[in-house]
């Protein structure tokens, strides 16, 4: 009788880590918008097929391998389904998935990430040869997509946060780098009392949906600025929303020292307030693989309540409390002294 081979799970385990097919069958779903073409009530992968002027052939293959990633169904009459995972993947699901996943830059950015984990640039700079903030900025449609992709998950990420962020809110609220306004909206909606306004670069600021200054008058104004060379004062509140981890220690630390002065020049009470990913300091993490992210595609880095700490210290500021909520936590922090 043969000896069983110990390590044949954690061998099995490793592989599935390492197999890159499942990603690449949403990325085909997502980039054809497969999704987007299959009705409530269904319909035949051969009509399916006919109607995205695809090959029969391989889009039945690659339905069929979706259904192990329980995207689709296909029952025994051959129609294709949804299942709640995959309307998800179609664009005009709330929270909708298809434009990240239909992001192949992102995918082929991987290629490179020895070598920044070596000492080098952002694997994406590395794989791309422009920074990936620098890559959105010379693409208007890339620019437009993506922040309607962080407007939406600006809801999901900071919705379960957003009772503890009131609590340390003042009527005059900075969304720093606020893109089209996710955050924005609500804080807004959370508090009537609150006045925001929100800074990011021009391009951005034009993305600003009008509705929101519509909807709430005298409360909301969208200003152009560039947070790395100065913050406006005149606020209690400044509020970065998952900005800081897209940035090196040096760079995240010119930021918040540009806010710490600020809400100095201000009030006494004046706030910056991070919603950010706080890192366990040892053990394993799911998180720590956004940090892999970060190094890769930003050169930033998440970080733990310490490093949170020491980065403050820096910027002349005293860490608070932290507050958590969901995947992300309010890091409250107040000027020295």
Not at 54 to 72: G, K, N, P, S, Y
Request: aromatic share 4%.
């Amino acid at each position: 009788m043969p000896v069983p081979d110990p390590l044949d799970h954690e061998r099995r385990r490793l592989a599935g880590l390492f197999d890159i097919a499942p990603s690449r069958v949403l990325y085909a779903l997502c980039t054809l918008r497969v999704a987007d073409r299959v009705p409530r009530d269904g319909i035949g992968a051969g009509d399916l097929a006919e109607v995205l002027g695809l090959h029969r052939d391989r889009l039945t293959r690659l339905i069929r391998a979706a259904e192990t990633l329980d995207v689709l169904h296909v029952d025994a009459g051959d129609t294709v389904r949804l299942t709640p995972a995959g309307t998800l993947l179609r664009s005009d699901t709330p929270g909708s998935l298809r434009a990240e996943f239909s992001d192949n830059s992102l995918f082929t950015a991987w290629g490179p990430f020895a070598e920044t984990v070596s000492g080098g640039r952002p694997s994406y700079e590395l794989a791309h040869g422009t920074a990936i903030f620098d890559s959105l900025g010379d693409d208007r449609e890339a620019l437009r997509t993506f922040h309607e992709h962080m407007r939406m998950r600006a809801h999901q990420l900071y919705r379960p946060l957003l009772p503890a962020l009131l609590r340390h809110c003042g009527p005059r609220v900075l969304d720093l780098g606020g893109g089209t306004g996710g955050l924005s909206e609500l804080l807004l909606a959370g508090d009537d009392r609150i006045q925001v306004t929100l800074t990011d670069l021009p391009d951005v600021v034009g993305l600003v949906p009008k509705e929101l200054s519509r909807r709430h008058p005298g409360r909301f104004r969208a200003e152009p600025g560039d947070m790395r060379t100065s913050v406006p004062e005149g606020h209690d509140t400044y509020v970065l929303g998952s900005i800081l981890h897209d940035w090196p220690d040096d760079v995240a630390a010119g930021i918040l020292t540009g806010c710490a002065e600020a809400a100095r020049r201000t009030s006494a009470d004046a706030t910056v307030v991070l919603l950010e990913r706080v890192l366990d300091d040892a053990g394993p993490d799911p998180r720590r693989m956004d940090d892999m992210w970060m190094m890769a595609m930003t050169g930033g880095r998440e970080r733990t309540r310490a490093e949170w700490t020491g980065l403050a210290a820096v910027a002349g500021l005293d860490l608070r409390t932290v507050e958590h909520g969901g995947e992300l936590s309010a890091v409250v922090l107040a000027p020295k002294g």
